[in-house]
């Protein structure tokens, strides 16, 4: 059974006995169903482009209808594109997510992530000496690798420490490194290019990320772009996550600084990238995705920042996809409703490039619902899971239907995830009556709750357990790399 079938043919009506024979037949890592060889098209796109701009929010991108024009350079591209109004990231922060999108894979199936505890034999968390990380798995295709070994040129110019080659995130690059601004790196690169045969890009900007209001260069242009409400509270630093004293002007300045570095990095940085492709006619020839690796906290729930919680604010990105001009597809400006994961962008990007997907992955290719052949799938589902703190398992996950979302907190110990559920292990959500997740229906719904816990197990496995796919080996991270990690928070 292929991924697809495996993932949309479940459903959420799926029997207890049935789903325990599945999650048995995913538990073990070898036993997972082979993914379907792609379907080719009759046209094939030549030159890809993945951009993910880092801490991006879904409702906080002008074009899903936020009241505030931040992104005028992606909304010119889903104008002329497919815009998925309900996709998710796997993981609340970088590393695991950006991992997931070049594999495929569900965090707890790659197990690339970063800790800074590790569990005892008494089953709690206690500190490491030296941070590490875990590398992409040396044995594990990645998305540039497939492209690559079906004569495709690829590059990658990436902002975020998190991807670094030394993490392994750079095989199957003919040139990968952190570069800053990326995108003029990539611009030089295209227009030296002597041969016109096929690409494949990867642009990784830093974004929106906290520190906000930080000293980029451009930036003064659109500090106050979105008002100023006077706050005295310095958010170049990062101690005011810390604070318990913030007002609400407090709490304005931060979503208005947001937004300002949003539209900062859309039109100063990726829109100088669009300009130059568009007056060198380059724009129409290229498939270009615009996603996000995760979202941002800004006080819903009095936290910040990412890689806390699953709540819609951290894992519910924009994802648009623009095909080539002589591609056939649904009409420019549509918007899809169905579910979709980061994870299907490994599977989709390889179909339009007819390339076959012989790999085993958890994502499923988006291309026929893009070209129109098929209709929306209401039992498509997404899996986001909270991979951070420590290196052996995951600490929760959240499973997304078309109208709810289970939340499960994994028990590992004394200590628990911070502001994931509070002292609770599973919550329910009602996405349609209630988008703000302010009602835990728990209690209310325990068949749809027992129904997406059979469906997340059947996909995950029970066990919270994360498969190290490179034999557990960590990498140290440099002194360059974790002070940029520092910078950004996630280092004390």
């Keep these: 059974m292929g991924a697809t079938s495996a993932r949309r043919g479940l459903g959420l009506a799926v029997g207890v006995a049935v789903a325990v024979a599945i999650a048995t037949l995913r538990f073990g890592w070898a036993s997972a169903p082979d993914v379907a060889s792609a379907r080719l098209a009759d046209v094939r796109a030549d030159k890809v482009m993945v951009i993910l701009v880092d801490t991006v929010r879904g409702d906080h991108v002008s074009a899903y209808g936020y009241e505030r024009e931040t992104s005028p350079v992606i909304d010119a591209i889903a104008r002329d594109g497919i815009r998925f109004t309900r996709a998710y990231a796997q993981s609340n922060w970088t590393k695991p997510s950006v991992a997931s999108l070049f594999t495929g894979l569900y965090p707890r ?18 500190k490491v000496e ?37 993490q392994g995130f750079g095989r199957g690059f003919d040139d990968y490194r952190r570069a800053v601004p990326a995108e003029r790196f990539l611009r030089k690169h295209l227009k030296r290019r002597k041969q016109d045969g096929p690409i494949f890009a990867y642009l990784h900007l830093i974004g929106p990320h906290d520190p906000y209001d930080n000293e980029k260069g451009g930036f003064d242009a659109y500090r106050t772009r979105f008002g100023d409400p006077g706050s005295n509270v310095d958010f170049k630093k990062l101690d005011y996550k810390k604070r318990n004293d913030l007002e609400a002007r407090d709490i304005e300045q931060a979503v208005s600084l947001y937004d300002a570095e949003l539209a900062y990095y859309d039109q100063d940085r990726l829109g100088t990238l669009m300009e130059w492709m568009r007056e060198s006619g380059e724009y129409d020839d290229w498939l270009i995705v615009v996603t996000s690796d995760h979202g941002e906290e800004l006080y819903e729930r009095e936290s ?57 992955i958890d994502g499923d290719s988006l291309a026929s619902l ?47 995830p911070l502001r994931l559920l509070g002292s609770r292990r599973e919550a329910l959500f009602d996405l349609a009556a209630d988008p703000a997740e302010d009602v835990n229906r728990y209690e209310a719904k325990p068949s749809v709750v027992a129904s997406l816990r059979d469906t997340l197990h059947a996909r ?17 991270l440099s002194d360059e790399e974790t002070e940029h990690l520092r910078a950004l928070g996630y280092i004390e």
């Design 109 to 126: 199936h790659h197990g690339v992530v970063i800790g800074s505890a590790a569990m005892n034999e008494a089953g709690e968390l206690e």
């Design 460 to 476: 995950v496995g029970a066990s919270p357990a994360i498969t190290h796919r490179s034999t557990g080996e960590m990498v140290e």
């Design 370 to 416: 893009i070209r129109g052949e098929r209709e929306v799938d209401h039992h498509a589902i997404a899996i986001s899971e909270h991979a951070t703190h420590t290196r052996e398992q995951v600490l929760g996950a959240a499973i997304i239907s078309r109208d709810h979302k289970l939340i499960e907190a994994y028990d590992y110990g004394s200590a628990m």
């Design 304 to 360: 910040w920042a990412h890689g806390h919680t699953l709540y819609e604010e951290v894992v519910r990105v924009p994802m648009i996809l623009k095909l080539p001009k002589d591609m056939a597809g649904r009409a420019a400006g549509s918007a899809v409703d169905e579910v979709v994961e980061l994870v299907d962008l490994f599977p989709t990007l390889a179909e339009f490039a007819g390339i076959e997907v012989g790999t085993e």
């Design 130 to 166: 030296k941070l590490g990380a875990y590398p992409m798995p040396s044995d594990l295709p990645l998305l540039a690798e497939t492209f690559r070994e079906n004569g495709f040129e690829t590059v990658g110019f990436v902002e975020n420490s998190h991807v670094n080659e030394s």
